[in-house]
């Protein structure tokens, strides 16, 4: 390949050129000799290095750079870090040349935005003990993370270049952590796009379709904006509010949550955008010009009762303040209107990093985002503590706070605590202190006595009621929803299961003291491997508890202090290791084959598969496979949500898959459909598949209310252009209101 070196030159001078632009309002004095030498050392230190399109790689790092600069509002240190985050990992430089040059700090955030080459222990997912390294840098500097999105951000943005198989497992990735952090930390426009840039590659059809469906309706949106928009900007003109009203599209991802909660047609979905008013106003009149604006519109056009938001008297978690209200606009179609000040919009849109700003500048009307902010990472740095948790449990449990809808529950003291959406009176108490959950007995709620499984609602008042006598029980997880909870009544748990483990490792010392073997690690290791127990203090709790017959000893003998199987019988695998592909014909020492395909329906393959059911993948559809831990390649759509799930923690396990041209037999697909009552209407349908279609249907449920029916049709296709044609001609039915493929 011919390189033109002075273009590339030219480039890379461009690019740095439009960070430094980004980057100095922020800069202090020497600020820009210290990017200058970053930047020196990043080009030398990447200067045999080239992605995927053939560019030159520092290219990345530049990119990275402007995100954290320009998207995120970031300082020098972050900017440095942003275009060294790769040198560690991937070049000769070496952290204490970053400590050196740098100073410690960048020196950590860099270090913690490394992955991990080697872990420990098989059972544990490589990719999930990445995700706890970098979350874990949320106990020191939170910078990591934010630099780290940044970096999955352009990485997304340049996903073509990447194979089939990538493309899906970085997909996959970021829906399942990536974006929901982006989201809980306040960048909801990174957020967003990392969702819709996601969902290209995982729903391919549906994200072109749905950008089709915008690009030819851009038009008539911008009209409606426009006449929306004008009367309530005269408004504002008019009171003095300086104020200035806009409308922006929403997200493809949004629009395709919607279509599927909604199970609409792209048609349907009404609010495909949605209206800012955002204030100027100084500090002190910030929420007193926000509801002069709120009454300014619902005035003009009038509110949904039920979907007013007020984010501006008690912020996210976040740190996110601003006013939702939803109104009847021009031709009777409901419109979302989101109000509040320049201030607020920045942090909206940049989020922790523009908090961070405004608390450097000491702005004193951020102090209740401020508090809800620190109270958050608080929780979250506390979690992050414990040492013990399994990298898949640890994450797990993490993610189920990201995207969750608060609530706010108030002490006996009138303090306010901010819980998510169904948290218990357990809950609460773990967020007071550790001791009065380990204590809880049951609580008050607005004076009135109820048990710890209460379900907490908006502007509760709670009171804890504690006895020294309680302890926690296993089934407490079932109890709790935030992943505090769950982590100390784990750990009160776990320190139980130890006491308990101590009495098993008494019984199990006596009996290898009777075969004369030494207690040690290889011993210990080998009999948990042999019991099927994830670890060894499980299956000293086990013998403990009697659950394990120590009578199996039988089958080891004695070899210098250390067990060995009699007759050299195999151990088996722990149950949850992660067990790689093995065809029914040859070992492969346990790697996948590389440049493995599947074809589907292909006698010759020696592959074996099996259709997952969670989805129901038909020929046509954009599938992938995945390989269970029995070594069965299970075929799945691309947007199955289980697949993405298992495809962001073991990626290693995908396989490529496609469909022959070969004849295949048919496959039950489900379509569901909605409409008004009418006498012969399942007689219109079963003509038009039955009759009209020739296809095979194996059932048909339909349920009437006031009305208005819903229907549930089970019928064997060919592939998805069957399904669409069906679809299409089930629609013409007049009364028929909406078809759809049914959906995960």
Known sequence: MDVNVEAEKQAILKDYRQLLRLATPRMKKGDDKRIRHAFELAVDAHKHMRRKSGEPYIHHPLAVAKIVSGDMGLGTTSVICALLHDTVEDTELTLEDVKKEFGNTAAKIIDGLTKISKISHQTESIQAENYRKILLTLSDDIRVILIKIADRLHNMRTLDG????????????????????????????????????????????????????????????????????????EEMDKSGLKANVFGRPKSISSIWNKMRKKEVDFDDVYDKFAIRVILESPPEKEKEDCWRAYSIVTDKYSPQPNRMRDWISHPKGNGYESLHTTVMGPGGQWVEVQIRSQRMDEVAEKGLAAHYKYKENKFKAANSAEEAIESWLMQVREFLKNPDVNPIEFINDFKLQLYQKEIYIFTPKGELKILPAAATALDFAYTVHTNVGDNCIGAK????????????????????????????????????????????????????????????????????????????????????????????????????????????????????????????????????????????????????????????????????????????????????????????????????????????????????????????????TTVKLTGLDDIGVINKLTTIISGEMKLNMQSVSIETNEGIFEGVIKVFVKDNDQVNKLITRLKSIPGINSVIREEI
């Open 162 to 233: 990447q194979s089939r198989k990538n493309q899906l497992k970085i997909s996959s990735e970021t829906i399942y952590l990536y974006a929901p952090l982006a989201h809980r930390l306040g960048l909801y426009s990174i957020k967003g796009e990392l969702e819709d840039l996601a969902m290209k590659y995982t729903e391919t059809e549906k994200y072109k379709e749905i950008a089709k469906g915008l690009e030819s309706t851009k038009k008539d949106r911008t009209k409606y904006i426009n006449d929306f928009v004008r009367p309530l900007q």
């Open 445 to 668: 709620v607005n004076n009135k006595l109820v048990p710890i499984s209460h379900e907490l609602k908006n502007g509760d008042q709670v009171e804890i009621i504690t006895s020294r006598k309680q302890r926690p029980s296993e089934d407490w997880l079932n109890i709790v929803t935030t992943s505090r909870a769950k982590s100390k009544i784990k750990n009160s748990l776990r320190e139980e299961k130890r006491k308990i483990a101590d009495d098993g490792k008494e019984i199990l010392e006596r009996k290898l003291s009777q075969l004369k073997a030494n207690y040690n690690n290889e011993n210990i290791t080998l009999l948990a491997s042999f019991y099927k127990m994830p670890s060894p203090m499980d299956m000293l709790y086990g013998i403990a508890k009697g659950t394990i017959n120590l009578l199996e000893l039988k089958k080891f003998k004695n070899v210098g202090g250390n067990l060995e199987i009699i007759k050299a019988e195999k151990v088996g695998k722990p149950k949850d290791e992660a067990v790689y592909y093995n065809t029914n014909t040859e070992e492969n020492n346990g790697e996948i084959p590389k440049n493995a395909e599947l074809v589907i329906f292909d006698e010759s393959s020696k592959f074996p598969y099996e259709f997952a059911k969670c989805c129901g993948a038909i020929p046509g559809d954009d599938v992938i496979g995945f390989i269970s831990i029995n070594g069965v390649i299970k075929i799945h759509r691309t947007g199955c949500p289980n697949v993405i799930n298992l495809a962001s923690k073991y990626g290693y396990r995908i396989i490529k898959t496609r469909w022959t041209a070969k004849t295949t037999p048919a496959f039950l």
